[in-house]
């Protein structure tokens, strides 16, 4: 199974700062025959379904504020949250979707200072 | 739009079968490529992929669970199952079902979740 390592953790930020996380994959979630990254992220709020976010790595699902980007290639990627919102305020997963079993990272929860 | 929604007991004993039910609206489980999905969530919040169901009804299961998983489509109810045997403490989670885009896809849109708890 691919590993996805999250990091890090847990992070605080002010309004209207910057959220920065990273996801790394045990090996390259790249597929030459398509040009694809194989990588989707999720905010999953307590009580609620996990809400899609980014697919394909970098492409913003319809309705997602812009202030959500998707970055990266291979075994590294990065879900960057611009100007961060109280609303915000959730646990984040990357999940690789190259091969089966489909896996995720352990998750990251962003606060608001 | 497709919701679904998970349905089943909340409190199973050990040893025993945990059994649940996703209902779907607003498309139908049996047409087009979607592929339908069981996932749960621990108590340390890692998400895990336990197995999907093609249309057509062929599941495919994660080795993890050493086949004690099962998983069917009743199209005329538009429903899909899992069903999962001799639990132990260590299936107590979250339980999400949701719709895959294919073989190799993010899952969008998931359920609410129904919390399974294994008792000994």
């Known amino acids: 199974d691919i590993v996805m390592t999250q990091s890090p953790d847990s992070l605080t930020v002010s309004l209207g700062e910057r959220a920065t996380i990273n996801c790394e994959a045990s090996q390259s979630v790249f597929y030459n025959s398509n040009k694809k990254n194989y990588l989707a992220w999720f905010q999953h709020k307590p009580g609620q379904p996990p809400k899609l976010l980014i697919y394909?790595?970098?492409t913003r699902e319809s309705g997602v504020p812009d202030r959500f980007s998707g970055s990266g290639s291979g075994t590294d990627f990065t879900l960057t949250i611009d100007n961060v919102q109280a609303e915000d305020v959730a646990f984040y997963y990357c999940q690789q979707y190259y091969n089966t079993p489909p896996t995720f990272g352990q998750g990251t929860k962003v606060q608001i200072k | 739009q497709v919701q679904l929604e998970e349905s089943g007991p909340g409190l199973v004993k050990s040893t025993q079968t945990l059994s649940l039910t996703c209902t779907v609206s607003g498309g139908s489980i049996s047409s087009g490529n979607y592929y339908w999905t069981w996932i749960r969530q621990t108590a340390a919040r890692r998400l895990e992929w336990l197995g999907r169901i093609s249309p057509s009804g062929s599941p495919t299961y994660n080795p993890s669970l050493n086949n004690r998983i099962t998983m069917s489509l009743d199209s005329s109810r538009n429903q899909f199952s899992l069903t999962l045997r001799s639990v132990t403490a260590a299936d107590s989670a979250f339980y999400f079902c949701?719709?895959?885009?294919?073989?190799?896809?993010?899952?969008?849109?998931w359920g609410q979740g129904t919390l399974v708890t294994v008792s000994s």
């Open positions: 394909w790595a970098s």
């Open positions: 949701a719709r895959a885009g294919g073989i190799l896809s993010w899952f969008d849109p």
